[in-house]
T-cell receptor, first 114, second 113 residues
């Protein structure tokens, strides 16, 4: 059974810092990996999606990497801003017949202090 | 498009009562997902519909839970009877096709007393 772990569970940084969020998964047979953002009381917003054949994806100040063989992904946020404060969730999509199924980590709660 | 719409946004009910959660997916999306989020277990997939047909309901915790999708623009998740351990945030998500990005609704916060 796929398990997704995110470290740290919470992170507090001053505005302007670069930071890295970590995600690991136990079964490397994945179809893709996604990073989501969740704001309090709201749904999830997809930030980046990396296909299993890719190594990284970038969007603005965000860069996500994927090392499928080691079961790891990182989300790099450059020049953090208070508006980046949210919970960040990592999710993997299984390969094969269940390739609709997202398995989520429990998230990292990020606070960026002005 | 208004995105995925869920109602109600908040629900407080007493143990034993029936609860019905509603979801309107994004128009044109043919895949619909119901998730439950708790502090202990995180986000878990309850059921997946493709073209209005339930494909995978292995995440539905008990027979007290049921879900329907009578047409492409509406789905319900029903809990009968509800129990305090059902308290959670329930999300609905939809995607254009099964392998594409899932768009989440704002969720329904359910509290069963």
């Amino acid at each position: 059974k796929q398990e997704v772990t995110q470290i740290p569970a919470a992170l507090s940084v001053p505005e302007g810092e670069n930071l890295v969020l970590n995600c690991s998964f136990t079964d490397s047979a994945i179809y893709n990996l996604q990073w989501f953002r969740q704001d309090p009381g709201k749904g999830l917003t997809s930030l980046l999606l990396i296909q299993s054949s890719q190594r990284e994806q970038t969007s603005g100040r965000l860069n996500a990497s994927l090392d499928k063989s080691s079961g790891r992904s990182t989300l790099y946020i450059a020049a953090s801003q208070p508006g980046d404060s949210a919970t960040y969730l990592c999710a993997v999509t299984e390969s094969g017949g269940s390739n609709y199924k997202l398995t989520f980590g429990k998230g990292t709660l990020l606070t960026v202090n002005p | 498009d208004a995105g995925v719409i869920q109602s109600p946004r908040h629900e407080v009910t007493e143990m034993g009562q029936e609860v019905t959660l509603r979801c309107k997916p994004i128009s044109g999306h043919n895949s619909l997902f119901w998730y439950r989020q708790t502090m202990m277990r995180g986000l878990e997939l309850l059921i997946y519909f493709n073209n209005n047909v339930p494909i995978d309901d292995s995440g539905m915790p008990e027979d007290r839970f049921s879900a329907k999708m009578p047409n492409a623009s509406f789905s319900t998740l029903k809990i009968q009877p509800s129990e305090p351990r059902d308290s959670a945030v329930y999300f609905c998500a939809s995607s254009f096709r099964r392998l594409e990005t899932q768009y989440f609704g704002p969720g329904t916060r359910l509290l069963v007393l």
